[in-house]
């Protein structure tokens, strides 16, 4: 089985399109570390989950306060580890215990790669040829990403690429 699938947008519009649709496949305990440059549009994709998910407060990137919680369909468990120094840092997260309810989107999770469970959805953003062109690579990690993959893939059609 493919644990890898490729997809692009063209605007930021877009982008939180394609994480809304995602939204509605996600479940209780899901985690998603997005990783890509600063600008990339982790922060826009997450905004789109939170609409899936149903929530209605503003999301925005966590970057000084580390962590934030939103409530809709399922909890959103937004974290920001770019200012993380040092894993031992994350102990501070208490994340077994975060990614024990809702769904946790990890913006800069390579950063902490080594304090987090197998089993999740790696999310590359990239820059594309034009100024809001992004390229999105979903990696499925374990074994419950990879058995969702495909049905993962065929609800994002409209933006699925050649990888």
């Known amino acids: 089985m493919d644990s890898l699938r490729c997809f692009a947008t063209d605007t930021p519009s877009a982008t939180k399109e394609l994480g809304q649709t995602l939204a509605e496949l996600l479940t209780d305990g899901d985690l998603l570390v997005l990783t890509g440059d600063l600008g990339a549009g982790k922060t826009c994709l997450t905004q789109g989950i939170g609409v899936g998910l149903g929530i209605e407060d503003r999301i925005t990137s966590p970057t000084f306060t580390i962590a934030s919680q939103y409530d809709g369909r399922l909890r959103l468990n937004h974290l920001d580890v770019y ?26 999770g390579e950063q902490i790669d080594p304090a987090l469970p197998e089993d999740r959805l790696v999310v590359r ?33 409209t933006w699925e690429v050649q990888c």
Not at 96 to 106: A, D, F
Not at 140 to 147: F, I, N, P, S, V
Request: hydrophobic share 35%; no cysteine; charged share 30%.
């Open 83 to 108: 200012r993380v120094g040092q894993i031992s840092e994350t102990l501070d997260l208490d994340l077994p215990e975060l990614l024990e309810t809702g769904v946790t989107v990890i913006e800069w």
């Open 125 to 157: 953003l990239g820059y594309g040829d034009g100024d809001d062109d992004r390229s999105i690579r979903f990696e499925a990690q374990g074994e419950r990403w990879t058995a969702r993959l495909d049905t993962l893939a065929s609800a994002l059609g």
